[in-house]
Nanobody, 124 residues
């Protein structure tokens, strides 16, 4: 049974930082690309960042480039999202996802397994 468990969300002031973690179990983690997506109520889930199975390639949405960094530790079966210089518009539920193969990285449909999500709220 595949499980993806996000943690690290919370309430932070604008300009602050958070580090999200996603612990994976029940799958060959080092064989999967990993992605972070976010969703506001009433909106579609949107791509935030992704990383290849080896960690050698990373991809970011334009809105987060330079502020958020995705990384992974294949020995620990964990993917991270370091979030710096947070803005109120970053407020959303953040989901991690696992998908087989390479590209595409930015599509929701490219990922088979999803976590339950963690809330990130950025206040002014």
């Amino acid at each position: 049974q595949v499980q993806l468990a996000e943690s690290g969300g919370g309430l932070v002031q604008a300009g602050g930082s958070l580090r999200l973690s996603c612990a994976a179990s029940g799958l060959a983690f080092s064989s999967y690309k990993m992605g972070w997506f976010r969703q506001d109520p009433g909106k579609e889930r949107e791509f935030v960042a992704a990383i290849s199975w080896s960690g050698g390639s990373t991809y970011y949405a334009d809105s987060v480039k330079g502020r958020l960094t995705i990384s992974r530790d294949n020995a620990e079966n964990t993917v991270y999202l370091q979030m710096n210089s947070l803005k109120p518009e970053d407020t959303a539920v953040y989901y991690c996802a696992a998908g087989s193969g390479g590209s595409p990285y930015r599509w929701v449909s490219a990922y088979r397994y999803w976590g339950q999500g963690t809330q990130v709220t950025v206040s002014l």
